[in-house]
């Protein structure tokens, strides 16, 4: 499945921008998350469920459109915060659901089948990292708000 996220490691007395910033597997999504100056939000009391895209998902994106993705603030805010769900959502009461409403305010698709978990067209890859303000559902992709 997915390598390289040491969950060992997590704790749940980290929040969830600790939590991605000391497992080493979401460089870009940090970079994205302070060039959007949502830190401090993601650290704040929450709780929230993010679907939070590996370094592999953003490394789909071609560089020059993730570069511009990086320069552009307001769009960069609407990409990050359609990864966010309000409240802390675990994986059992996800595969019930068929979609659900994000920060961004679009409602991102969920299908639950054959073992997989999709959230529009990424897969999740690992479930239920729980942080101190909400949890963490690896993707494999980026997804973008229409």
Known sequence: MFT???ISAMSHSKDIVDT???AGSFNTL???LKEADLVDTLKGEG??????PSDDAFAKIPAD???ALLADKEKLIAVLTYHVVPGKVMASEV???DSAETVQG???TIKAENGKVMINEAT?????????NGVIHIIDTVIMPK
């Open 20 to 22: 991605a910033m000391s």
């Open 47 to 52: 709780p929230f469920t993010v679907f939070a």
């Open 65 to 67: 459109q993730l570069n």
């Open 124 to 132: 999740v890859t690992t479930a239920d990292i729980e942080t101190s």
């Open 95 to 97: 595969v019930k659901m």
């Open 106 to 108: 679009q409602a991102v």
């Open 4 to 6: 390289g996220f040491n």
């Open 30 to 32: 940090v970079t994205a």
